[in-house]
């Protein structure tokens, strides 16, 4: 699903390269649960971010579902996130002035769902994130555990064949945390969606079923998990 | 402390130098215009201010009630001062002035004619002078210079003009007319440019031909009577003698239509819609404010600009705030700061609001045609003037926003976690919309008069001005005798097409109306225009007869034409009908000849009125000449040389009819090009304002335009969600103005007895060009914000 191909990516800077990521070869394929580690600094989110299509890598290649990206225009752009990406933040990046409700609406509403599927579908993600009740309170009014429950349930509301989390636990309490990992295992398995997430925590890792190691912008490790 | 609030004040502002600039622009140029505004208003309010005596000093004036419409003149009969002095006991003064224009002629010292120029000059009795006693005397007294026949008083200027100097003006001759010789007996102070009463060259009274005059049924409005009342009375204190007064000297038998004598005190004169006064000027209140208002409404717009970005940026300092507070900074404390931050911004404001004021200076004089003092340093009040809108401004637009930013909880503050609360944003809303309400009240206000002007200008007045020249002709016995051979000698030329004599233009403000007796039955219902001109005028003028036909040519009367409205309101269906019935008006009993089509005899604020044309060579005062286009400016020049020779003692003067009609518009003109300005400076704050607005609402949403984008959303979307709430407050703005611009607009328009139907398409073209003009200025700004690129927003938290 996803193959990357001697990715590179450096910021310069006084004229000075500064790599961040150097020949990053790899291939996830459909149904993987991917945790990317690594030191601070290393280039995980810059990684991620090039998976998502938010930054574009320096010099390499990208093939989403097949398809170069590598230099993909706008247009098509906004359809891959409409329909096949969701995204996690740490921050949660939800939207201050709306509901929770209205949050897990937006990226239905960019996708033109019709208002009866809609309703149902969040009412349905509501019902199994258990926050039902929370449906018309504001993100400001929410635990940290709560408002990245509201932005899981926002990246799942449509449908995506792949959700990309960078350290989508960083803020939240170990408690909260296992929920979170748990959730995404379960949609992993049970629903077949594809996973990428940034993690510095090993027992989070060990939720996934590969895991990249990566240090000084280069792939250390690549460690398949046995269930 | 106040120094370093200033020196924050300034980091602040330097740091939102964009925001700055908006709001100091803004400011600025609705500053300028309410100064220019305000010197206008205040040189208007000061007319004939500063007499001592001046709630003792009136003009009597004169009313009429008919039974269909009210009169009214700035004069009195004639004979009225010599019998209130003796029978109005609580007058202590009373005072005759008669304006006139007269032809002079200065002579040098050898007898040879040195200039000779048309004036204005006034005939006034010494009293007229002990009523106005704050004019002073250069030389002499009134007593002593306007007792007896045959003496002149000059004002410094014209003493100047005349005979090079004040000095030398004394005692030396002048003459007025073909005969009559003036001796300078005085001279008085030059009056200032806000007096009703522009005296340059005053006559003694008993030089005035008309003195003898005893009918109590004429009055001219030329002919004034002002009065002194006996110290501590009031108006009302006289008001059953003047009462007792009317009732002996117009009785209603006698004299038609309730003839009364009334008081108008000094200071009501310039304002006066009614009666006319000396100097020309007047001005109605209801201009006045309607001006205070557009210089209010200016300042309210920039002040919301200022409120609406300050109260917005405010979030971004609510760390200031928190942290200033927690160092033990009181809520009062933080809100003098702000206001100091606002002061500074309307200081500053103020210094360049000056040098657009003095800017725009000379074109405003050259609007007024000089006739208005305009000048930033011309009087104290000015200053005060400015003091208090600058401590107006910062206090109106500082101390909602400084209420707003101080009252931050801290520990929030300092987190950073301030968002706009729903009600601040919804006050914003509203002001936007007050905003635009106002704009487009101007937008819609400016397209009518300019609509309206067009239509005057275009409108079919029923007869063709085009091409026509009013030439004077003097008229005395002497010339009269030389009227043919002049016409005779310009008929020659050969762009000279006709030419006709007469009093007045066809469309005049300066013609007589009498009553009249139709057919044996004396009218009490309506006036009578009476035009007096030759049988060419209807050619001249290209006049169209409906039935019957012209009188005959005749140095006196022998028929009539009347118009159409003469026979509307006269009930009288059938033109035929009229014809050869006897009229008898102004002295005159002549039958009806032939009736012609209606035409506008006056401006087009009036009805047409009902008129009689006849022949009358004693009553002509112009000659109106018919040129071919193409050749007006050589014949005009010709016409000139023939004039000097014909009538060498006179002084050459013309008008074309059209540029006199136009005339007559000259303050709805002037409106007009005050309407556009200030709509223009009102359409530019209000837009800048938005453009500050569309800003900060896309740096605040920067965020929540990035995670939208990664959910999906195109840039188009992101530019239509931004700009959505800014189209439907303007599209909100336009339909709170619709009713008040509809007020506004058709209150103005009922002044025009012909005006354009108030449509709806200036409504609609106001909105077309708000809503236009707010997509580009919010989508120059929102498109940006949307095609940023979005990572580096939610990369970092
Ligand atoms: N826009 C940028 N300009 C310059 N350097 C950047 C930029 N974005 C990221 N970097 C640098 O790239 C490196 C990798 O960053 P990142 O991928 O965020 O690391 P992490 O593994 O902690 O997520 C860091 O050293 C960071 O300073
Ligand atoms: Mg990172």
Redesign the pocket.
């Known amino acids: 699903m996803i193959q990357l191909t001697n990715i590179e990516k450096y910021?310069a800077s006084k004229g000075v390269k500064?790599y961040?990521l150097r020949l990053v070869t790899t291939t996830i394929n459909q149904g993987e649960f991917v945790s990317v580690m690594?030191p601070?600094?290393?280039?995980?989110?810059?990684l991620l971010n090039i998976i998502g299509m938010l930054e574009e890598p320096t010099y390499g290649n990208y093939h989403f579902m097949g398809e170069d990206v590598t230099s993909l225009n706008e247009r098509k752009r906004i359809e891959l996130y409409r329909n096949h990406i969701g995204f996690v933040f740490q921050a949660y990046h939800l939207i201050d002035e709306m509901t929770v409700y209205e949050n897990i609406e937006a990226p239905l509403l960019y996708k033109k769902v019709g208002s009866a599927e809609r309703a149902s579908r969040i009412a349905d993600l509501l019902d199994r994130f258990n926050i039902v009740a929370k449906k018309d309170l504001f993100p400001n009014q929410l635990s940290g555990g709560q408002q990245q429950l509201v932005g899981i349930a926002r990246a799942l509301a449509a449908q995506p064949s792949i959700i990309l989390a960078d350290e989508p636990t960083g803020n939240l309490q170990s408690a909260q945390a296992e929920e979170i990992m748990s959730l995404f295992k379960k949609l992993n398995e049970e629903e077949g969606i594809t996973i990428i997430q940034?993690t510095h925590s090993e027992k989070n890792a060990q939720y996934g079923n590969r895991i990249l190691h990566i240090a000084d912008g280069l792939i250390k490790e690549d460690i398949k998990i046995q269930a | 402390m106040f120094k370093l609030n200033l020196k924050i004040a300034w980091r602040n502002l330097w740091k939102n130098k964009g925001y700055t600039l908006i709001n100091i622009l803004g400011l600025s140029i609705g500053m300028a215009s309410c100064i220019l505004i305000f010197i206008f208003i205040r040189f208007q309010l000061s007319f004939d201010e500063g007499y001592k005596n001046e709630d003792r000093i009136y003009r009597v004036v004169t009313n009429w009630k008919y039974s269909a419409y009210e009169d009214f003149s700035s004069g009195v009969p004639v004979p009225f001062a010599a019998a209130a002095r003796n029978e109005i006991a609580g007058f202590e003064t009373v005072g005759s002035i008669v304006k006139r224009n007269a032809f002079l002629q200065i002579n040098d010292a050898n007898g040879k004619e040195k200039m000779k120029s048309q004036e204005a000059v006034y005939y006034a009795q010494p009293d007229f002078f002990n009523v106005l006693s704050d004019i002073k005397w250069i030389y002499s007294a009134p007593e002593l210079a306007l007792a007896e026949p045959n003496t002149v008083v000059l004002s410094a200027k014209y003493a100047e003009k005349f005979f090079g100097s004040v000095k030398d003006a004394i005692g030396k001759n002048m003459r007025l007319g073909e005969k009559i010789n003036l001796k300078v007996a005085g001279i008085i102070q030059d009056m200032p440019q806000n007096s009703s009463f522009p005296l340059e060259i005053v006559i003694s009274y008993e030089t005035y031909k008309g003195r003898f005059n005893n009918n109590w049924d004429s009055v001219n409005s030329a002919f004034c009577s002002y009065v002194l009342l006996k110290e501590g009375l009031r108006p009302e204190d006289l008001q059953q003698s003047i009462a007792n007064f009317n009732k002996k000297y117009y009785p209603v038998d006698k004299i038609a239509g309730n003839q009364e004598n009334k008081l108008q005190v000094l200071r009501a004169i310039h304002f006066s819609d009614k009666y006319d006064n000396f100097a020309n000027a007047s001005i109605n209140r209801s201009q006045i404010y309607g001006l205070a208002i557009i210089g209010l409404f200016l300042i309210i717009t920039a002040c919301i600009n200022f409120i609406n970005l300050s109260t917005a940026q405010s979030v971004t300092r609510s760390k200031e705030v928190g942290v200033r507070k927690v160092m033990g900074s009181k809520r009062s404390q933080l809100i003098y700061q702000f206001l100091t931050e606002t002061f500074v911004v309307s200081l500053a404001a103020l210094l360049i609001a000056c040098v657009i004021t003095e800017l725009a200076i000379p074109p405003m004089q050259h609007l007024f045609k000089g006739r208005i003092e305009f000048s930033l340093f011309g009087h104290p009040s000015i200053f005060a003037f400015m003091a208090l809108l600058v401590l107006f401004i910062a206090f109106l637009a500082g101390f909602y926003p400084a209420l707003v930013i101080s009252g931050f909880k801290p520990a929030l503050a300092i987190k950073n976690k301030i968002a706009l609360n729903k009600r601040g944003l919804s006050l914003r809303k509203i002001l936007v919309v007050a905003q635009f309400a106002i704009t487009i009240v101007l937008i819609v206000g400016t397209l009518v008069v300019i609509k309206q002007m067009q239509f005057v200008q275009q409108k079919s007045l029923g007869f063709n001005p085009d091409a026509v020249a009013m030439v004077g002709i003097p008229n005395d016995s002497l010339s009269k005798i030389k009227y043919n051979t002049f016409k005779e000698r310009i008929s020659k030329l050969p762009g000279v097409e006709d030419i006709s004599f007469c009093q007045s233009p066809p469309l005049s403000g300066n013609i007589n109306s009498s009553d009249f007796t139709y057919n044996g039955v004396k009218n009490k219902d309506f006036e009578l225009r009476n035009i007096r001109a030759d049988e060419n005028f209807f050619k001249v003028f290209d006049l169209k007869l409906i039935a019957g036909k012209l009188y005959h040519k005749s140095d006196t009367a022998n028929a009539c034409v009347v118009n159409e409205t003469f026979l509307k309101k006269m009930s009288i269906t059938n033109p035929e009908e009229a014809i050869g019935k006897v009229i008898y008006a102004s002295g005159n009993t002549v039958p009806i000849a032939g009736v012609v089509k209606d035409f506008n005899d006056q401006s087009l604020r009036e009805q047409i009125s009902a008129l009689a044309i006849f022949p009358g060579k004693n009553d002509y005062w112009n000659v109106s000449v018919k040129i071919d286009s193409k050749q007006i400016a050589a014949t005009m020049k010709e016409i000139d040389k023939i004039w000097n020779s014909t009538f060498p003692n006179g002084v050459f003067d013309s008008a074309f009819v059209n540029e006199t009609i136009n005339s007559y518009y000259e303050s709805e003109q002037i409106m007009g090009v005050l309407f556009k300005i200030f709509a223009g400076v009102i359409i530019f704050i209000s837009f800048i304002g938005l453009f500050g607005l569309i800003s900060f609402v896309a740096t605040q949403r920067t965020k929540e335009v990035a995670i939208r984008k990664v959910l999906g959303a195109s840039t188009l979307e992101l530019v239509k969600m931004l700009n959505g709430s800014f189209l439907v407050m303007v599209f909100v703005a336009n339909i709170v103005a619709w009713p008040l611009a509809y007020l506004f607009v058709s209150k103005w328009l009922a002044g025009f007895a012909y005006r354009i139907d108030v449509s709806i398409w200036p409504f609609a073209l106001a909105m077309a060009i708000s809503m236009a003009i707010t997509l580009v200025t919010v989508s120059i700004r929102s498109y940006k914000a949307a095609s940023a690129n979005t990572i580096d927003v939610l990369k970092y938290e």
């Open positions: 910021y500064n961040v690594g601070s600094g290393a280039g995980k989110s810059t940034v």
